[in-house]
């Protein structure tokens, strides 16, 4: 028994480790996007594709019975969702036109 314990464990800071990993990388990206000034190309080349993903998952998500992205779902794809509201807002809390839906 505690030979599973210490697996499971191991399992999770490995799972909880390689998270907080990516989240520094995605964070060091951002940072030098941002100092070279190429933060903004990058957010209008990543906003399609996070809104398609957004899509994809709502889609995915109602096929399953669950009526949309209000009915539950993954972390990843709340992520994914909260990714997509960001991208459009264009960073005075305004939505930009023509994008979305």
């Known amino acids: 028994m505690e030979r599973v314990l210490n697996l ?10 390689g998270l907080v990993v990516l ?8 940072l030098v996007l941002r100092r070279r000034g ?18 994809w998952l709502e889609d995915r998500g109602a096929a399953r019975g669950r009526g949309g992205s209000r009915g539950g779902g993954s972390v ?15 960073g005075r809390g305004q939505r930009e036109r023509g994008a979305g839906r």
């Open 8 to 17: 499971l464990l191991l399992r999770f800071g490995l799972l909880v480790g």
């Open 23 to 30: 989240a520094l990388l995605v964070f060091t990206v951002a």
């Open 38 to 55: 190429k933060l903004g190309a990058a957010r209008r080349y990543a906003a399609p594709a996070a809104r398609a993903a957004s899509r």
């Open 76 to 90: 990843a794809g709340a992520a994914i969702r909260a990714a997509a509201r960001h991208l459009d807002d264009d």
